[in-house]
């Protein structure tokens, strides 16, 4: 079996290596043997490969995988500020989480998904795409979403919290092996982690599970959000509390729907309940009263648990240890013990970035 350099780069991108850094630290090796290598046209000796792969702390058997999780719609909150390497080391353990989902499932079973993707460009307004996904859960159209995370992992959607730097929101994947996962920052407040889910929840159902060719005019972040707060607050059932919206009436608005205050106003202002004069007034207030920064009111979230009960399983039921799930999944220990052990301990685990 041919070693897949692809994999190096991998490996490289999750350790936080530039091309250059890693060289610095491998005698005989540099940055452009290693470029050429990691682009599928250079040669690397075995005794530089095997130093080079020591120094990274894989097993080697994890340079014969082939692992894609494609990250297409990363989110974060302020996207100039994020470094490149630590995108990319984000993007790199959102590929392990996929690959570790993949690995799980050889052994067990994942609820089945049974959502509907659907295509815009067949005629379906991102409003009737949020309206069929709450029927297909079998919410009421006066309903808040409650639980969302048990509602989402009961249709077949694997959902993590990990504890990493602020910056970042969440993102969506379809794993290699065809599971959809939704991974959200534990260190948002409940409303902020319920319209992340929500907005990624759209970018499964609009953008990646159907397969659907998205021309380059649209707007995937605008429909990912357009989505959240049609299906978070439908527009039938919410409109008759939001003409004239008045500051008070926000607390209870937001107790009810489970969404932030700032989402309601917007919500307002989108279905035409405000004018502009009294959005840009809601907004000020909210500021001076410094519920831009942290809103006076906190919702109730239920916490994922499919992920970590897969994990449980493989501990308690096949009867692993930690040391046999990273030779089994060729990972690192320090992988298994990041993305598992001490995740099954918290509900999360905290990224290191």
Not at 80 to 107: N, P, W
Not at 138 to 164: A, F, M, T
Not at 229 to 244: C, Q, R, T, V
Not at 297 to 311: A, C, E, H, K, R
Request: aromatic letters at 12%; charged letters at 25%.
């Amino acid at each position: 079996m041919e070693i897949n350099y692809k994999q190096l780069t991998f490996a490289r991108e999750y350790r936080g290596f530039t091309q250059t850094e890693l060289a610095k630290h491998i005698s005989g090796l540099s940055q452009s043997k290693l470029s050429k290598f990691e682009k599928g046209i250079g040669f690397l000796s075995d005794e530089l490969f095997n130093k080079i792969i020591y120094f990274l702390g894989f097993p080697k058997s994890f340079f014969y995988k082939r692992i894609y999780n494609f990250v297409e719609n990363p989110h974060y909150r302020i996207r100039s500020t994020i470094r490149k390497k630590t995108a990319i080391q984000i993007d790199s353990a959102i590929k392990i989480i996929g690959y570790i989902v993949d690995q799980m499932s050889e052994s067990i079973e994942w609820p089945d998904f049974n959502l509907d993707p659907l295509d815009i460009e067949d005629g379906f307004s991102v409003r009737n795409i949020a309206e069929h996904t709450r029927k297909s859960l079998c919410l009421k159209p006066d309903d808040p979403v409650r639980k969302i995370n048990n509602l989402l992992e009961k249709h077949g959607i694997i959902i993590i919290e990990i504890d990493i730097a602020e910056k970042f929101d969440g993102a969506s994947i379809n794993t290699d092996g065809g599971t959809p996962v939704i991974i959200i920052n534990e260190k948002f407040s409940n409303d902020r982690k319920r319209f992340t889910l929500a907005h990624e929840l759209g970018h499964l159902l609009m953008h990646i599970l159907g397969g659907f060719p998205i021309p380059d005019y649209r707007d995937k972040e605008q429909e990912a959000n357009a989505f959240a707060s049609n299906f978070l607050m439908p527009e039938d059932s919410i409109k008759n509390s939001l003409y004239g919206l008045k500051l008070s009436a926000l607390a209870s608005l937001k107790n009810y729907w489970l969404t932030s205050m700032a989402s309601i106003i917007n919500r307002a202002f989108e279905i035409k309940c405000i004018d502009v004069s009294r959005y840009k007034y809601l907004n000020i207030e909210m500021s001076k009263l410094g519920y831009k920064k942290r809103e006076a009111v906190n919702v109730y979230i239920d916490s994922p648990t499919l992920f970590f009960m897969g994990y449980k399983m493989h501990k308690n039921e096949l009867e692993y240890s930690d040391a046999e799930l990273s030779k089994a999944f060729c990972l690192p220990d320090d992988i298994i013990k990041t993305f598992c052990v001490n995740g099954y301990i918290n509900n999360k685990f905290k990224l290191s970035i």
